[in-house]
């Protein structure tokens, strides 16, 4: 089983549309999660942490659900420049140095 | 604002040869790490450095590759013999610290293309 599985889209939504992702981790001892966002052919780069309490920032929703090992992020909203693969990422337990581990991502396409 | 960099761009080379990718991590940062995505993969991570050795690597990072931190300001990551399999993007990041909360910061990449 995949450590960290996303939905594999792609999703394609006019501007204005709420999105939601979703992502699953198989390590329940995970500590940390991530939503990252990569422009094509682009480094990934932090969107935001997620905690059990949830967190918003902005547009952007991000929740935790340790007994299901579930976080989702909802864009709400959605402008054309939120369109980008959203990759769902999880701290690797146990790790010292807090190597990441990346899911497949979900690859986003907001119309005008 | 602070950034990480990374040399070249893109690097071609034929199989068998050895490759250097060279990172510059940000400045006041103490952990280092590389990462590979190959074209249409997950972004898979490789090896993570602090205090001038390893501290973790993954099963990927096998006896063909080697990092080192040759100077104050440099990071490098070194594929002895490459594969074609090593064709990917190479993604160095940093941290201030490790651990849970701080944020990796990752460098524009190098493609590698193996011939």
């Known amino acids: 089983r995949k450590e960290v599985e996303q939905d594999p889209g792609p999703f394609n939504v006019p501007e204005g549309a709420t999105v939601a992702f979703n992502c699953t981790y198989s390590n329940s001892a995970s500590q940390s999660f991530f939503w990252y966002r990569q422009d094509c052919r682009k480094e990934p780069k932090l969107l935001m942490s997620v905690y059990s309490s949830g967190n918003e920032d902005g547009r952007f929703t991000a929740q935790l659900n340790r007994a299901s090992q579930y976080i989702s992020l909802l864009i709400r909203d959605s402008k054309l420049s939120d369109s980008a693969t959203y990759l769902c990422?999880?701290?690797?337990?146990?790790?010292?140095?807090?190597?990441?581990?990346f899911g497949k991502g979900t690859k986003l396409s907001v119309k005008p | 604002e602070p950034e990480v960099t990374q040399t070249p761009s893109h690097q071609v080379t034929q199989m068998g040869q050895e490759v250097i990718l060279r990172c510059v991590p940000i400045s006041n940062h103490l952990y280092f790490y590389w990462y590979r995505q190959i074209l249409g993969q997950k972004v898979e991570f490789l090896v993570s450095f602090y205090n001038n050795e390893i501290s973790e690597k993954s099963e990927i990072f096998d006896d063909q590759f080697s990092v080192e931190r040759p100077d104050g300001s440099n990071f490098t990551l070194k594929i002895r013999s490459t594969k074609l399999e090593d064709s990917a993007m190479y993604f160095c990041?940093?941290?201030?610290?490790?651990?849970?909360?701080?944020?990796?910061?990752f460098g524009p990449g190098t493609r590698l293309t193996v011939l």
């Open positions: 990041a940093s941290s201030e610290a490790g651990g849970t909360f701080h944020e990796q910061f």
């Open positions: 990422v999880a701290m690797r337990a146990g790790g010292s140095q807090g190597n990441l581990i």
